[in-house]
Each structure stands twice: as structure tokens, then as C-alpha cells.
């Protein structure tokens, strides 16, 4: 197939060229004819040469030669090459060239001749080109082979004067065009992949594992790894290449530069330095960052100082400002926060880079001149090195150095935008690892800990065993020090909250009018009829022969009824009682009725004839049905007003959001967003802006959510799920809808969520195939647009929001509300965001979890959230499979969360009630301890008469019949599936039995009781008795004698 040139682009950037060699200044306009030659050489990878001829054309021409006269350009080159470029001569016919752009001429080079004649014309056109003395050249090109001898040989006879025109040339290719700009950020793109899933995976591998790998041999697979599509974004593997070999380095030698290579010499895991780049379709990026194992303080003061010297460089990298000046603005800084390092920094702090790696012409240092363009793209590198280690045991620590580089676009106002989105925090490339002292003194932790560590969760924590302890036995002992510690903090908690007065906020009372002026003078009222005020919302009513009124907000409800002749109609009212506090309508806060002596009324019933008098228009009876219509609408509109205010109760006062006027702010199209603005869903864009998010939906519909309000960012991709979802879990609910709402969240679907059954199905049928292909074509593109789209809102933000990725291989079923779901840790929440209600606990709220009805004969248990907030309610989680019971426990002591675990469901409205009154006495007594099995003690006669003694605090009241109805209705007691608890219960069928049926049952209890007490010793169980947690009510079983 004949390769295609993309001819508006030649036409474009050739005009550019002579453009600013007719502007040029100095020696650049001074010239008569530039001239580039290109021949054969493997070895040379960067020249000015080829560089512009892919600027110009998209491909390398090797033996071809190029003069750019003033009203012409002239090609030699062979046969196939020529027909190649004729694409960009047709049209032009030799004539002289229009917009700007000089008339080609194409020359077919000979092969077994010398040429004389192609560059005798080429000779001539120089001569001819303005003044025809000096030429314009890259001086530092030199291309060995027999074509370019002759070509150099015939130049040489002639008297030219040869300028190096290379800077000139490069500042006009420096400013990219957007789709120089798009290959750009591919090739950055990739090269982000290859460090995070492979480089940064690889070297955690080798400090787990203690390996020992050179450096050589760790940069020859860093190489190896972009053959392979999964570490290249989506990329075409033929169009991918490294800028550079991968330059590794370790162990106190250090050389912060580009060209130096990988030496031989094993990794040493302190400061682990790497720089690498990608070369995208001839664009080059660059990537350099230092993974740091075990960080000293000092390492990380000097690391953090780095970062912060690379902020004040991205915001100097402006459009108009001199390379000069920002590499002074840096240097500034140094100066005045660390002038001890001023020696230790790197001479120039970056290059620009495009086709070419590095650009000599444009290099960040205390010299140049050259002002900043938009669309430049640069490769800045900031480094520390020989920073001595106070610390060092051996002499390979003595030493150290940082190195943090990004690829980087300058933009026209602002800072400049980083295109390698790798983050770059100290917990982010911080390796922290536990030392064998600690791991003695201290159970390790299991390696969920490396995805979701409670006191640096972000970090990464890598395990080494050093014991030979159960991973029951480790959990146990952690369990043990993280009870005594929970106790103190909740105590210590307590005190500090105790004397804080909850100020009851009092509604006001709803009255009708405050004068009996204001009662409105209609017929209605006169003839003491039912009459409505819809202005005051009242109803006015006849009384022992007196007008009435009575709010709206008083009437419970009102019905109607025909018996016979007779209309019947009763209002009732809420029950009000004098001095005591109201039920308000809408089952808001208590009240106290203003006028504590005032008498009530509970209902009252009118009664009308359905008979027409002689002489009247209408029943009397009409009365009350309009009467009992307008009611209605009257008391629908005040609920529906009082639920908004209700609604808007609470709600904080967001910031405005400060809008982006720039049109390359990070953006997701075709999004739902959940819960729905209107009754029907809506498709929507989300584009994030200086401080939030905007969700606008296509009817129009606006939804501001602010960075600094969200709690938890969560992106749930679509792997084993129908829909991908971005969402957010806010710290203030939001009004939208006319409702609040603390969790949004934005989506798509990526499959088919229903399925024909009635349609033929064969495994090898093509279109579903082909419909297969589709669909996994579509979710690996909608996940790299969330990707992309999470980046750079992370990048926007600084890191300040970061988004979670739920750990799928940690998750597990329960039923947090009605239906099953898949309950999946993140690194600070448990979280469901696919189905609706979202499921989001924050971790650090959580003060324990308890483990309800563990038994063995049961399939499923029960979860319990208590919050450190003792006033909150508590989350439970229903119906969790006992096979997850394990790698919950896991996760849970990897988090430093406390757990426990029991046999029966326990009343914690009354419990949690029982600790809020009275926390001394609960914490004297052992605070949460009373939920640890009996059995972990050898001392069984204590801990029975301890448990007696809680049981008194904590057995819930069976005669309080509020306290039962509470119970049922949030915690079961699963008596269809536990035998025990149904015994536990007790019913009322016993309490007619006769003496000889009670004892036949206590014996054949008693026997069932021995048969579970072998059985358990036969499992090696430690727990003595009847299965039963402390703080919980005994079985009523009569004890033996």
C-alpha cells in the first residue's frame, strides 16, 4: 500500500519554515538557502536532519537532499521516494508559489552515475536564491555513504559560506500543533503505563523478595515489557520505541544525566532512581522518578523540598517568560529555604523535546534568552545529589540522590500542564517496610495490608514473615492490643464529649391568625358553613354556633361518608396533650404547645342532609363535599411545602463554583447521573472547573459538586459489572431534585443489561461474536477515557482529590439494605456504588465490628458497624456467607479495626442507649469487652458470674413492648434458622405445660447440651458451656442438678 502524506500539514508547517526565516533575526535571516542532506546511518538515532524532514513529511527519506531556495524547494532523491513526494507537488506545476509557499521541484537521483547533472541544478538554484552566498546548514549532521560524499564534495568546490542555522530551525518545530500535541500525550501516556504496571510492580517484587537484580539486567526488561499491549495504553506495539535505554541506578552512585547507561551493579534498596521515555510515532516523552525504601526522615524533608522546587519550576514555564528567568525563580527559592543545597542541585533544570529527545538550543539554565511559546512540550528534571545519609551502616549508604522529572507542555496562562500523570508523593513512591525487631515484638499483618494499611493506608506496605505463627493466632494477639487501646480512646472519648447540651431546636406553632380581625368575611363564615382559607391555610368551622379556625398542620385527616339521607364528615386531629410535647405532622422534632392550659379537641363530625329544601338551589350536603376536596389540596400542598423545608434543614452553604472558560478542561460526555434530576433519566456531561465538578444533563440541568466537600471520590470501572461509575460521597448533602442528597454519582453502561431469551443462541453464531468483540472493544475504551479523565482531574487538583479504586478481590456479599450486593474495600471506605442506595462506610468513623450469629450449622452472618459517633446508629449487613468470614477478619486486623464475633443478634438500640447514659459505669465494668467469647479465658467461673453480672446491664426487657417492637423491626433474630435462639426465646405454649411435660424437656435440653459439648471438644474448641457471648441473655434452661 502507497504511504499517504498529509499534504495540509506540509503546506502548513513549510510555510511556518519560511515564515520565520524571512522574520529570523541574526544569522537565520542573513542566509541565502538552507540545505539539508540526510544519509544512511543506523546508528544515528537523533539529527536536526531527519527531524524535520518527519516534521515535514511523517517518515525519515534516507539519501535525499533538500534545498529551500527563496522562491523554490528542490528535492533529490530515488525514484520511489520522488513518487512519494509528489503528492506534495501536484498542483504547484513549477510555478512560482502561492500563500506563501515556494514551488517544488522534484529530482530523481541517479543510480550508477555521479549526478553531475541533478547537482549541477541543484547548484544553480542555490546560486540563483537572493545574494547566493551564504548557506544555511545543521552543522553538526554528518552522514557517511557514497552519495553524500559526492553531494558534500560538489558543495565544497563552490565558494559558500556555511551557517549552522540548527537553534533557528528548532524554535520555529518547537511550539507543537494539536496533533503534534495528541502523539505527545500518547507517547507520555504509555510511558506512565510502562512505569506504574511494570517498573514500579517489578521493583516491589524484588524488595519483597529480597532479590538480588542488576541494574543492567532490570533496564534490558523495562525494554523487553513494551512488546507486550497491556503496558502500552491501547497503543500500536510497531509504532512504539524507547527514547533511551532505561537508566537505573542505586547504591551511592548516581549521575543525573541522559546519557549515561545502566551499569552492572546490583540494586541497593535506599534511593532507586529511573528515567525512562517513550517515543510515540517519532514524539518523544520523558519519565524520571526515585522509589525510596525505608526513607529516612531526612530523605523524605529533602524529597518533599524537591517536590516543591518542581511546583515553583511548572509555574514559571509560562508563555512570553525567558529560560533564564524561571531557571533564576527556582534558584531563588534554593537560595533562600536551602542554601546548602544550592552545590547539590542539577546544572540546568530541563530541554524542550518533540521529534528530537532533547533540544540543545532550548535548555533551562542561567544563559539562554530564548522566551517560552505556547505548545511547547519539555522534559524537566529537578535532582539532588551527593546528599550525605547520617544514618548509613554501610558505604554504599553513605550517599544519595533524588530525581523527579515529568513531561510538561507550556501553556498561555498558567502553570504548565503535566502530560506523565505518574504521582509522585512521598506515599506514593515510598517503599516502607516493617524491620525484624518489629515483626518479633509485633504479629505481622497479612497482605491485604498492602492495599489497605489503617495508619498510612495510601502507602505502599510490603510483608516479610520473620515468625512461624498462625495467621489465627497473629490476628488474636493484634485483636488483644487493639481492645485495650479502643477502650481507652472510646473512654477518653467520652469524657471530653460529656457536658455538651444537644440544643432541641423548637418548631414554630402554626397559627391560623393572630387577630380576630383577620378572619376573612365570607358568606361561608356567616351562615356557619365549612369554609377554607387558602391564604392562611386554615379551615374554619362552625363550634357551638362560632366561627372556628383551625391550621391546617392541626388536622390528622379527614373521611367522608353517606348513610341513608345523610352526609357524614370527620376531621381528627393530632393529639396534643396540654405541657406535653406534639407530634408534628410530618414526624418532626418535639415541641412544646405554647399554651400548656388551652383545652383540646381530638375529632369532630359534621353531619348534612342529601335532600333538596323547597326553594334552594343545591343539598346542604354540597357544602361538605367541597369542603372535604379543598382539604385535601390545601393539606398536599402544605406536606409537600414542609418536606422541602425539612429537606433544606441542614443543608451548608456551598462556595460557589468557579467556572474554567478554558476548553481543554478534563471532560466525560453521554453520563447518567444517579439519583435523577427528573422523573425519567437523563444523559449529561461532567467537566471538572477550577474547584468542582458541573454536571450538566442535555434538558439543561445543572449539579455543582465542589472538590472540598467530597468525602470519598470512587471510581468503580467496569470489570465483572454492566455499568462504569464515578462516585462521590459528600461531606454536605446537596439540594437537587427538590431533595438532598449525600451520595451522587455519574455512570454508562457498557453491555446489555437485558438479554432475549426468545432469540436462537448458538455458542459459534458470528454476530454474538462479533457483538462480544464489540462489547469488550467498549469497556477497555470507556476505561481508559475514566482513566484519562481521573488523571487529569488529580493532576488539576494537585492530588488533593484522589479517587479510590475499589480491591475486587477483597470483596464479599451482604445485604446492607434489601437485595444482595458486592460489598468491595477501598483504601479509607467500604463501599457499593453499583447498586442503588449506594453502600459507603468511612473506615476511620468505625469504632468496632461484630460478628453476629456464627454458628456452625448456619450458612450465613451478620455484620455490625458501631461508630465512634455512639449517638449514630448502627450498620447492619445481613446475610454474609460464612466462607467469607476469614478474609473479612483479615482485612478488618490489617486495618487496625477492632472485631468480634457471637452466636446470637443482640438489641444494640438499648445497648448502645445503656453506653450513652451511663459510659463510666459501661467502661468500669470492661467497656467492649463484655462482646468477647467466654471461652478465650481459663477462667470459667469467673467469667460466668462477670457475664451474669452484664446480662443484668444488657439483657433486653421482654416486657418493654416499645423496646421489642424496635428490636424486631431492625435486627432479626433468624428463629426460622437458629434451634438455640428459638429455645432462648422462651413462647407461650410453655407456660401451659404441666410439671412432668417441663422436666421431660429439661432433660432431653440437657442431653442435647452434653452432645454440643463433646462434639466441641472433639473439634479442639476452648469455649466451655452452651455456645453463648457474654453481655447476651442465657436460654431459659433449667440447670443441673
Known amino acids: 500500500m502507497a504511504l499517504s502524506l498529509d499534504r495540509e500539514a506540509f503546506s502548513r508547517r513549510l510555510r511556518r519554515l519560511y515564515a520565520s526565516w524571512q522574520k529570523g533575526e541574526d544569522e ?21 536532519s531527519t527531524a524535520l524532514q518527519t516534521w515535514l513529511f511523517g517518515y525519515e527519506l534516507t539519501d535525499t537532499v533538500m534545498l529551500f531556495c527563496e522562491e523554490r524547494a528542490l528535492f533529490l532523491a530515488s525514484r520511489k521516494k520522488v513518487e512519494f513526494l509528489k503528492q506534495v507537488a501536484q498542483g504547484k506545476g513549477g510555478e512560482g508559489g502561492a500563500n506563501g509557499l515556494p514551488a517544488v521541484t522534484l529530482l ?88 506504574t504496571k511494570f517498573f514500579k510492580e517489578r521493583v516491589m517484587e524484588i524488595v519483597d523478595a529480597d532479590e538480588k537484580v542488576r541494574h543492567s539486567k532490570l533496564a534490558e526488561a523495562v525494554e523487553k515489557a513494551i512488546e507486550e499491549k497491556k503496558f502500552l495504553a491501547g497503543a500500536d506495539p510497531s509504532a512504539v520505541e524507547m527514547c533511551y535505554p532505561p537508566i537505573i541506578q542505586s547504591g551511592g552512585n548516581y549521575n543525573l544525566k541522559f546519557s549515561v547507561v545502566s551499569d552492572k551493579s546490583h ?67 534554593v537560595k533562600k529555604q536551602r542554601p546548602e543545597l544550592l552545590g547539590k542541585i542539577t546544572k540546568n533544570l530541563g530541554f524542550a523535546m518533540g521529534i528530537e529527545f532533547r533540544e540543545g538550543s532550548l535548555v533551562i539554565n542561567s544563559k539562554n534568552q530564548q522566551r517560552l511559546r505556547k505548545g511547547m512540550v519539555f522534559s524537566v528534571n529537578v535532582g539532588l545529589s ?77 510483608e516479610r514473615t520473620r515468625n512461624e505463627l498462625t495467621a489465627e493466632e497473629k490476628r488474636r494477639a493484634h485483636q488483644k492490643e487493639l481492645a485495650t487501646q479502643l477502650n481507652e480512646d472510646a473512654r477518653r472519648r467520652l469524657t471530653e464529649q460529656r457536658g455538651e447540651q444537644q440544643t432541641q431546636k423548637a418548631r414554630k406553632s402554626n397559627v391560623s391568625y393572630k387577630s380576630a380581625a383577620l378572619l376573612p368575611k365570607e358568606p361561608h363564615v356567616r351562615e356557619m358553613k365549612i369554609y377554607i382559607d387558602k391564604k392562611y391555610e386554615s379551615v374554619i368551622m362552625p363550634v357551638f354556633g362560632i366561627a372556628t379556625p383551625f391550621h391546617i398542620a392541626t388536622i390528622k385527616n379527614i373521611s367522608m361518608s353517606v348513610e341513608g339521607d345523610y352526609t357524614y364528615q370527620n376531621l381528627r386531629f393530632h393529639p396534643k396533650s396540654p405541657g406535653t410535647p406534639t407530634a408534628t405532622i410530618l414526624r418532626g422534632p418535639t415541641e412544646l404547645f405554647p399554651n400548656p392550659e388551652a383545652t383540646f379537641v381530638k375529632e369532630i363530625t359534621y353531619r348534612a342532609s342529601n335532600l333538596k329544601p323547597p326553594g334552594e338551589s343545591t343539598v346542604p350536603a ?31 452553604k456551598q462556595d460557589s463554583l468557579v467556572i474554567n472558560l478554558n476548553r481543554s478542561n478534563p471532560k466525560l460526555k453521554d453520563l447518567y447521573i444517579r439519583p435523577n434530576i427528573a422523573q425519567k433519566r437523563m444523559q449529561g456531561a461532567l467537566e471538572a ?70 432469540k436462537h443462541q448458538h455458542m459459534h453464531d458470528r454476530d454474538d461474536l462479533y457483538a462480544e468483540q464489540m462489547e469488550r472493544e467498549m469497556r477497555h475504551k470507556l476505561k481508559t477515557a475514566f482513566k484519562n479523565f481521573i488523571e487529569k482531574v488529580e493532576a488539576l487538583t494537585k492530588e488533593e482529590l484522589e479517587f479510590e479504586v475499589p480491591f475486587r478481590e477483597l470483596g464479599f456479599n451482604g445485604a446492607p439494605y434489601r437485595s444482595t450486593c458486592l460489598l468491595q474495600p477501598t483504601s479509607s471506605a467500604l463501599v457499593n456504588c453499583t447498586e442503588w442506595p449506594p453502600f459507603v462506610v468511612t473506615l476511620d468513623e468505625v469504632e468496632l465490628i461484630h460478628f453476629e450469629r456464627v454458628q456452625f450449622h448456619l450458612k450465613n452472618f451478620d455484620l455490625v458497624i458501631v461508630y465512634k459517633d455512639y449517638a449514630r446508629k448502627v450498620t447492619m449487613i445481613n446475610a454474609i456467607p460464612v466462607a467469607s468470614l476469614d478474609p473479612i477478619k483479615e482485612w478488618l486486623n490489617s486495618c487496625d479495626l477492632k472485631y468480634t464475633e457471637g452466636v446470637q443478634s443482640l438489641n ?134
Open 108 to 195: 530523481v537521483r541517479e543510480k550508477n552515475e555521479s549526478n553531475k547533472a541533478n547537482f549541477e541544478k541543484l547548484l544553480e538554484a542555490l546560486r540563483g536564491s537572493r545574494a547566493g552566498r551564504r548557506l544555511g546548514v545543521f552543522a553538526k549532521d554528518k552522514f557517511p555513504g557514497e552519495f553524500m560524499r559526492s553531494w558534500n564534495e560538489a558543495l565544497s568546490k563552490e565558494s559558500f559560506e556555511k551557517v549552522d542555522v540548527s537553534a533557528a530551525v528548532a524554535l520555529a518545530m518547537a511550539a507543537k500543533e494539536e496533533q503534534e500535541l495528541a502523539l505527545m500525550r500518547k507517547a507520555a501516556a504509555i510511558t506512565s503505563e510502562l512505569f
Open 267 to 333: 540494586m541497593h534498596f535506599g534511593a532507586i532512581t529511573c528515567s525512562m521515555g517513550i517515543r510515540y510515532k517519532s514524539y518523544c516523552s520523558n519519565l524520571v522518578r526515585t522509589l525510596m525504601v525505608d526513607p529516612s526522615q531526612d530523605m523524605q524533608d529533602h524529597y518533599g523540598f524537591l517536590l516543591t522546587l518542581q511546583e515553583v519550576l511548572l509555574r514559571e514555564l509560562r508563555h512570553g517568560a525567558r529560560l533564564c528567568d524561571v531557571y533564576g525563580a527556582v534558584m531563588d527559592v
Open 28 to 48: 537565520f535571516g542573513g542566509v541565502d538557502a538552507i540545505v539539508v542532506a540526510v544519509g544512511v546511518d543506523e546508528e544515528i538515532v537523533y539529527a536536526k
Open 908 to 1041: 444494640w438500640t438499648k445497648i448502645m442507649k445503656t453506653i450513652v447514659d451511663d459510659p463510666e459505669g459501661f467502661f468500669e465494668q470492661g467497656g467492649w469487652s463484655f462482646l468477647e467469647p467466654e471461652g478465650e479465658g481459663s477462667e470459667a467461673e469467673p467469667g460466668e458470674s462477670e457475664s451474669e453480672l452484664e446480662d443484668e446491664t444488657f439483657n433486653p426487657s421482654e416486657e418493654d413492648e416499645e423496646e421489642e417492637e424496635d428490636s424486631d423491626e431492625d435486627y432479626s433474630s433468624e428463629a426460622e434458622e437458629s434451634e438455640y435462639s428459638k429455645d432462648s426465646l422462651g413462647s407461650e405454649e410453655e407456660s401451659g405445660k404441666d410439671w412432668d411435660e417441663l422436666e421431660e424437656e429439661a432433660r432431653k435440653a440437657d442431653r442435647e447440651s452434653q452432645y454440643e459439648e463433646e462434639e466441641e471438644r472433639g473439634r479442639g474448641r476452648k469455649r466451655k458451656g452452651p455456645p453463648s457471648g457474654r453481655g447476651r441473655p442465657h436460654p431459659p434452661k433449667k440447670k443441673r442438678k
Open 386 to 462: 551527593e546528599l550525605p545519609n547520617r544514618e548509613a551502616k554501610r558505604p554504599e549508604e553513605r550517599s544519595y540522590a533524588l530525581f523527579l522529572g515529568d513531561t510538561v507542555m507550556v501553556d498561555e496562562d498558567g502553570p504548565a500542564v503535566v502530560l506523565t500523570s505518574v504521582k509522585k508523593k512521598v506515599k506514593n513512591v515510598g517503599i516502607f517496610l516493617k524491620n525484624e525487631d518489629e515483626d518479633e515484638e509485633e504479629p505481622d499483618k497479612d497482605a491485604a495490608e498492602d492495599l489497605l494499611g489503617r495508619s498510612s493506608r495510601a502507602a505502599l506496605l510490603t
Open 622 to 652: 354540597s357544602n361538605l363535599q367541597n369542603a372535604f376536596r379543598i382539604i385535601k389540596e390545601v393539606q398536599k400542598r402544605y406536606k409537600t411545602r414542609e418536606a422541602e423545608e425539612k429537606e433544606k434543614e441542614g443543608i451548608v
Open 689 to 758: 472547573h477550577v474547584n468542582g465538578f458541573r454536571f450538566t444533563s442535555v434538558r439543561g440541568d445543572k449539579v455543582d459538586i465542589l472538590y472540598n466537600n467530597i468525602k470519598h471520590a470512587v471510581f468503580q470501572p467496569c470489570d465483572g459489572e454492566m455499568i462504569i461509575v464515578l462516585h462521590f460521597h459528600l461531606k454536605n448533602a446537596i439540594m437537587f431534585g427538590k431533595k438532598r442528597h449525600t451520595d451522587v454519582q455519574f455512570y454508562t453502561e457498557v453491555g446489555e443489561i437485558t438479554t432475549d431469551l426468545g
